[in-house]
């Protein structure tokens, strides 16, 4: 089975974009988006959904104030500051409690629940280019990278039950802890990548991301035209760094308008649909089952 994740840097760098053209090209595959904290891939694919599951992760505190005796413990004992007192009375603030459980562990009263924390849910959908597995991440929860290590294990099982021989994912932004879920188990990294002085940086972090893991990584500069300068120091690292090279995109509006009607690149005539049908067949040569030395 091969699992391809599309990463970037950073956002905002064209990496959906390409997603859902690969998305329409691909045959036989499961989608995944693993960017749980701001999807966007189910815009362009509008799935239906058919399976909807909460995320349950971590615990919470909560005060129960017919057992509290205002003891004021539990403030004392909180370092995130997240106990508050109001008219001789405590509560917790949901914003600030760390799930640590400290409070409810050394209640005098044991006046303090410690429940699960429903995180947000996940979904399995049908789209028009297939099965995809995606997620929601509710405001200011944290476990993303267990959200999508959940995704991940479930498109597996789906590709095996239904016998697809390719998983592809629009992996998170950056190279913190949803990006190092992203990759994990992945057999071929595609990096989007910006022609400007922090995209090229920021390639440079995921890149050695993507060498620390031994995930072979193919590059797409896009908006190459825009700085011709950085986009050649960019070719230039990765033939140094032994990357594949996929192609350059060019600045085109033509993308303003894809999204606008919901549609991938390559479903419609257009020269970027064009490129990226090439650099799809590209991909399809690219020796993904080899790790990077």
């Known amino acids: 089975m091969r699992e391809i994740v599309v990463i970037s840097g950073k956002g905002g760098t064209g990496k959906t974009t390409v997603c859902a053209a690969f998305a329409h090209l691909a045959t036989n595959k499961i989608i995944c988006d693993l960017d749980v904290d701001a999807p ?3 815009i362009l ?42 008219e001789g009375s405590y509560s917790v603030d949901p914003l600030r409690c ?25 979904f399995v959908s049908q789209s028009r280019f297939g099965l995809m597995v995606h997620a929601l991440l509710s405001p200011g929860k944290e476990n993303s990278g ?15 039950e239904l016998g697809l021989d390719t998983i592809l994912c629009d992996g998170s932004p950056g190279v913190g802890c949803p990006v190092i879920s992203s990759l994990s188990g992945a057999r071929l990294a595609v990096g ?8 090229r940086h920021d390639f440079g972090r995921v890149a050695d991301l993507c060498r620390h893991f031994r995930i072979p990584l193919a590059v797409i500069i896009n908006k190459a035209d825009l700085n011709a300068a950085e986009a050649d120091a960019i070719a230039a690292d990765c033939a140094e760094q032994g990357h594949l090279l996929l192609g350059r ?39 993904a089952g080899k790790r990077q030395a």
């Open 40 to 42: 966007d891939l189910h």
């Open 146 to 160: 267990r959200l999508v290590s959940l995704l991940k294990a479930e498109a597996r099982n789906r590709a095996k």
């Open 45 to 86: 694919l509008r799935p239906e959904i058919k399976e909807s599951h909460p995320f349950i992760s971590g615990n919470e505190a909560v005060i129960r104030s017919d057992a509290c005796i205002a003891c004021g413990q539990c403030a004392e004992l909180c370092r995130f500051e997240a106990v508050r007192q109001k």
């Open 98 to 122: 760390e799930g640590c459980g400290v409070c409810a562990a050394l209640c005098p009263q044991q006046a303090i629940d410690f429940p699960e924390t429903r995180c947000g849910d996940w």
């Open 192 to 199: 989007v990548v910006e022609p400007t002085p922090s995209g």
């Open 249 to 287: 995109l060019p600045f085109d509006p033509v993308v303003t308008r894809a999204m606008v009607q919901r549609q991938a690149l390559t479903e419609f005539d257009n020269p970027l649909g064009a490129l990226l049908k090439d650099m799809w067949s590209a991909l399809q040569d690219f020796p």
